[in-house]
Nanobody, 125 residues
């Protein structure tokens, strides 16, 4: 059974930092895609970062480029999203998700088969 468990969310002031973690278990593919998504109330879920484990190729949305960094520790099956210079508009529920077969780069949201439960990020101005 595939499980994704996020942690690390919280409440910070604008300009602060948080590091989210996503531990993946039960995923049998040697190479796969892990995306970080966020969804604020009343807004669509958007991909902010995607990493491909085979070559660590990474995608960032324009809204977070230069402030967020995605990484992974293969030995721990753990993925990280380092978020710096946080802005109030970054506040959302953040999710990690995994996909094994994709049709494009970055992968469309619907191609992620496995999702975590989410972790809340709040940024105060």
């Amino acid at each position: 059974q595939v499980q994704l468990v996020e942690s690390g969310g919280g409440s910070v002031q604008a300009g602060g930092s948080l590091r989210l973690s996503c531990v993946i278990s039960g995923f049998s593919y040697s190479s796969y895609y892990v995306g970080w998504f966020r969804q604020a109330p009343g807004k669509e879920r958007e991909a902010v970062a995607v990493i491909y484990t085979r070559n660590s190729n990474t995608y960032y949305s324009d809204s977070v480029k230069g402030r967020f960094t995605s990484s992974h520790d293969n030995a721990k099956n753990t993925f990280y999203l380092q978020m710096n210079s946080l802005k109030p508009e970054d506040a959302a529920m953040y999710y990690c998700a995994a996909a094994s077969v994709v049709s494009n780069w970055p992968p469309p949201n619907y191609e992620y088969k496995y999702w975590g439960q989410g972790t809340q990020v709040t940024v105060s101005s």
